[in-house]
T-cell receptor
Framework: ELKVEQNPLFLSMQEGKNYTIYCNYS?????LYWYRQDPGKSLESLFVLLSNGAVKQEGRLMASLDTKARLSTLHITAAVHDLSATYFCAGDSGYALNFGKGTSLLVTP | GAVVSQHPSRVICKSGTSVKIECRSLDFQATTMFWYRQFPKQSLMLMAT?????????EQGVEKDKFLINHASLTLSTLTVTSAHPEDSSFYIC?????????????FGPGTRLTVT
């Protein structure tokens, strides 16, 4: 069974700072997804990573995938308050998505 | 991108009653639909997977007689919570995936907040 672990689970950071969220998974995953969830809302797709070495960037967020290490990272550059949300990574075993526990991010002035 | 809708977005029901939640793929044919449940401040937990025209496959620990799933068409799946109890109060999210070879991605609905009183 594909297990997905995220860390940290909680992250409070100042505006303007950089930080990285880590996502480890236990077995081979066809794809690795990153989602954002705002309170009371459903999931918003951020990135889909398909292959080893994949790197995708959108605004202040950059995601990467290392399939050999079974590790994906979500890097936040110069954080702003609007990035406050919960971020989930999910591995795709080809059957369904297995989600990490999520990282609750709070960006403070 | 592909759009998935859910109805209703919020529902409050009394203990012992049944509630039906609809999940529709609006602009693509969803051969597979997934139902997730999310408790406050927790992650999404897969409840069941349904393929159009087939019986749903339930995850371990999910009562199939309590959570009835029907996927009668390529654009509609329904989840019926029968004899609801307060502990069934949760955020229910569906997702849909197209046929193999069309798109591998799952598209998520906006969720349904169920409160059982």
């Amino acid at each position: 069974e594909l297990k997905v672990e995220q860390n940290p689970l909680f992250l409070s950071m100042q505006e303007g700072k950089n930080y990285t969220i880590y996502c480890n998974y236990s077995t081979t995953s066809d794809r690795l997804y990153w989602y954002r969830q705002d309170p009371g809302k459903s999931l918003e797709s951020l990135f889909v990573l398909l292959s080893n070495g994949a790197v995708k960037q959108e605004g202040r967020l950059m995601a990467s995938l290392d399939t050999k290490a079974r590790l994906s990272t979500l890097h936040i550059t110069a954080a702003v308050h609007d990035l406050s949300a919960t971020y989930f990574c999910a591995g795709d075993s080809g059957y369904a998505l297995n989600f990490g526990k999520g990282t609750s991010l709070l960006v403070t002035p | 991108g592909a759009v998935v809708s859910q109805h209703p977005s919020r529902v409050i029901c009394k203990s012992g009653t049944s509630v039906k939640i609809e999940c529709r793929s609006l602009d693509f044919q969803a051969t597979t639909m997934f139902w997730y449940r999310q408790f406050p401040k927790q992650s999404l937990m897969l409840m069941a997977t349904s393929n159009e025209g087939s019986k749903a496959t339930y995850e371990q620990g999910v009562e199939k007689d309590k959570f009835l799933i029907n996927h009668a068409s390529l654009t509609l799946s329904t989840l019926t919570v029968t004899s609801a109890h307060p502990e069934d109060s949760s955020f229910y999210i569906c997702s849909a995936r197209g046929a193999p070879g069309t798109s591998y991605e799952q598209y998520f609905g906006p969720g349904t907040r169920l409160t059982v009183t």
